[in-house]
């Protein structure tokens, strides 16, 4: 089965633009998913508020690469946030002190991403975007300027299932 999806932006900063990957087959884009999954109330508030803390930051400083938790492997871009302990993971590529992109994440109960089905899922689209993107902007459909992504930002996937 063939996965179709965007990135769209959907935060402005004066430091960094915050875009999402958004399914084309869902109604709210991957972060706005990952935060309905814990609503307030839900025994997560303290590690979300951390979350939120967080991205607050990065919006006035910009996305600087001591706030990320690299997961992936070296240079497929894939970071976490927070990089403190917690049990909740947001995960995203940053491609630029004044470009992140956001993807799903959850709750990490196990030692590593890869032993999570969820989580593995979130992240290996992650690592395939982030391929897909810097193969376009090596040849030229995409580019960066300042904090926008320039071109065609639709994608597709085979699932591996």
């Known amino acids: 089965m063939t996965l179709r999806y965007s990135i ?9 633009n915050f ?20 609503p307030e109330g839900s025994p997560f508030d303290e590690d ?3 979350i939120i803390a ?18 992936g492997k070296y240079g497929d871009g894939v970071s976490a946030i ?12 940053r491609l630029s002190d004044r470009i ?7 709750v990490k109960n196990c030692a590593a991403w890869q032993d999570s089905d969820t989580l593995a899922e979130y992240v290996e689209m992650l690592v395939d975007t982030s391929r897909f993107i810097t193969s376009c902007l090596a040849n030229g459909t995409l580019y960066m300027v300042d904090k ?14």
């Open 19 to 38: 875009y999402s990957i958004h399914l084309s087959e869902e109604e709210l884009s991957e972060l706005e998913r990952f935060f309905e999954k814990f």
């Open 54 to 71: 967080w991205l607050d930051k990065i919006g006035e400083t910009g996305a600087l690469e001591r706030y990320f938790r690299y997961e």
């Open 48 to 50: 979300v508020d951390t």
């Open 8 to 16: 769209e932006l959907i935060e402005e900063h004066d430091a960094v």
């Open 82 to 93: 927070p990089i403190e302990t917690s049990n909740l993971r947001l995960y995203c590529i």
């Open 148 to 161: 926008e992504i320039i071109g065609n930002l639709n994608f597709s996937r085979d699932e591996k299932k």
């Open 100 to 106: 992140l992109i956001f993807g799903n994440g959850g």
